[in-house]
């Protein structure tokens, strides 16, 4: 039998099978729905403290910038059927001087999603079971333009600073790079048990006027580059 009549005998039987199917079984559950929860780590009594670097930028030049952040995840509550946390989030230039309360933030897992409510905007940070194949909106729920993020890397091992982290979760929440406008790249990585220990957004605008003579250049006109890395965790009461 030539080759085309076989593909027409599978593309029929395929057909038939489906046909003959449809309603009679349910869809397989996913393999482990909870996968991956444990990765955005939303347990009371948890702390994590952060090295931060930022660089912000503005028609008159840039400002550069090195301090501290430390989160506290606080009480919980219920809200929409969901049970949230409360972020408590804590700033200090370095490790001489006292932490003041910065802002406050909640979090939140659903069933099949991860939320973070940052500075009053929800944004979903991670889909559940965790799977590299799907892609989900970032801003579901906030009614901004869509960006789509994926879950880059799995159970992979991630290195920050000094110290190399195994069974991590790389997330890509943004790669939009125009060559002569802007870039926008936001990674963030979670670790099993721990929480987020590595954040890194580049969102920046270039030189775009064709009369200019940094055009095509990639100067830096506006944005901020930002990078937090985790450098101490544990629970508050130990």
């Not at 046909?19 to 559950?29: K, N, Q």
Request: proline share 4%.
């Amino acid at each position: 039998m030539k080759l085309k009549n076989w593909v027409l005998v599978f593309i029929i039987g395929s057909f038939i099978y489906a046909c003959g199917s449809a309603g009679d079984e349910t869809p397989d559950p996913p393999l482990d729905p909870d996968l991956g929860k444990s990765y955005y780590f939303l347990v009371e009594g948890k702390y994590r403290e952060y090295n931060v670097y930022e660089i912000r930028y503005d028609a008159v030049g840039s400002d550069t910038s090195r301090y501290q952040i430390r989160e506290e995840i606080g009480s919980s509550f219920m809200s929409g059927g969901h049970e949230s946390h409360i972020v408590n989030r804590f700033k200090r230039d370095n490790s001489t001087q006292p932490w003041e309360l910065d802002s406050v933030w909640t979090a939140r897992i659903e069933t099949d999603k991860a939320v973070s409510i940052e500075n009053n905007v929800p944004v979903v940070k991670m889909t559940f079971p965790a799977d590299t194949s799907r892609r989900w909106d970032g801003n579901f729920y906030n009614g901004q333009e869509p960006r789509i993020q994926r879950l880059k890397n799995f159970n992979s091992s991630f290195t920050v600073g000094l110290n190399t982290f195994l069974r991590t979760a790389e997330v890509e929440l943004s790669n939009d790079d125009d060559f002569f406008t802007f870039r926008d790249v936001r990674t963030e990585v979670y670790r099993d048990s721990i929480g987020l220990i590595y954040r890194d957004y580049v969102v920046v605008g270039f030189c775009n006027r064709r009369d200019d003579p940094c055009y095509g250049q990639r100067v830096i006109t506006s944005g901020r580059l930002y990078r937090e890395e985790l450098y101490a965790h544990g629970f508050i009461d130990e």
